[in-house]
């Protein structure tokens, strides 16, 4: 029976300028919950399950532009790069990259780039460029939030993303419309509350 069952399975998702190679959004990953390297010698490198590859901005910068150089040059939407393996998207002047562990399946990689580029086509009016996405931010830092959490996948609607991004869920929402904030729908409220209150505290008695 496997004992490293996991629902870890992005390393990092990436949004590169294509123009100047450099970063616009990137988010990478460590495992939530993981076994605890066993010697000490393992616990200095980044090889065990769940562990975050590119620890360092230095290390992930280096990783980026050798990744940009790689894909710049071939024509496939998957690679495997300094074993790991690469999905990626290209849309305008970005590159959308989902970087997963060597033995990770492709294809499940592959639905979640899929859908952060036809999210962020949702939420951007299908204008996914460098602008566009710096001005856009937060919708895009929240749809990959809702994509991704801590590695684990957990939506690839991109429906269901654009939806839950771009208006507040139904049962947060206050409805309004039906209170009255007048000074005597105030007074009221308060009157309320406070029988409420006294009844619950004659209960507790």
Do not use: C
């Not at 939806?163 to 419309?177: C, H, L, N």
């Amino acid at each position: 029976m496997p004992t490293n069952l996991t629902l870890f399975s992005v390393n990092a998702i990436l949004i590169l300028s294509t123009d100047d190679q450099t970063r616009i959004l990137t988010k990478y990953y460590s495992a939530p919950h993981h076994a605890q390297p066993s010697s000490s010698a393992s616990s200095h490198n980044n090889n065990y399950p769940g562990a975050n590859p590119y620890p360092s901005v230095k290390e992930q910068k280096a990783f980026e532009k050798g990744l940009m150089e790689k894909t710049n040059k071939t024509s496939s939407d998957v690679i495997l790069y300094d074993n790991r393996v690469v999905v990626f998207k290209m849309e305008s002047d970005v590159m959308l990259y989902v970087v997963g562990g060597a033995e990770e399946n492709e294809i499940l990689l592959f639905g979640v780039v899929l859908a952060l580029r036809d999210s962020l086509s949702i939420l951007l009016k299908n204008s996914t460029d460098k602008r566009t996405i710096l001005e856009n931010y937060d919708l895009v830092s929240l749809a990959i939030d809702e994509i991704i959490d801590d590695g684990i996948i957990l939506e690839t609607d991109p429906v269901i993303v654009a939806s839950r991004v771009s208006k507040p869920p139904a049962q947060d929402m206050i409805a309004v419309k039906n209170i009255d904030l007048s000074e005597q729908g105030l007074t009221n409220l308060w009157d309320f509350g406070k029988q409420k209150l006294a009844e619950r505290m004659r209960q507790g008695l």
